[in-house]
């Protein structure tokens, strides 16, 4: 009697079918339907594709400029402390007479 008391109902299994996702295919439909031509996507989606090719505007190509953009400038300005360090280093009296300073120093 007790195990009809607290019997608890098997839980339904869930179903998941994998789908294959190809984010080429993706982009490749949004760029036909930016251009007006026949595509698989719903009506919201060719308005916003048609928008952004009309604005000349799409979030990822902005994104990708501005970060090569800002690597870009990074290696340059590190490049540059790197050579003017150098420069300092080997070919200016400026470290010798730091040295002969702390010398003289530890002299007195």
Known sequence: MGIFM???PEMPKFKYVPRYYDPEKEEWEKKK????LDANLSDSE???AKL???WGRDDNDVRDKKRSTA???RYVVVFGFAALAIY???FTPLV???INMFLKLGEK
């Open 6 to 8: 607290f019997h608890r």
């Open 33 to 36: 339907a930016a251009r007006g």
């Open 96 to 98: 010798e007479n730091f």
């Open 52 to 54: 952004r090719n009309k």
């Open 46 to 48: 060719k308005l916003r």
């Open 88 to 90: 300092f280093i080997f």
């Open 71 to 73: 690597n870009t400038l």
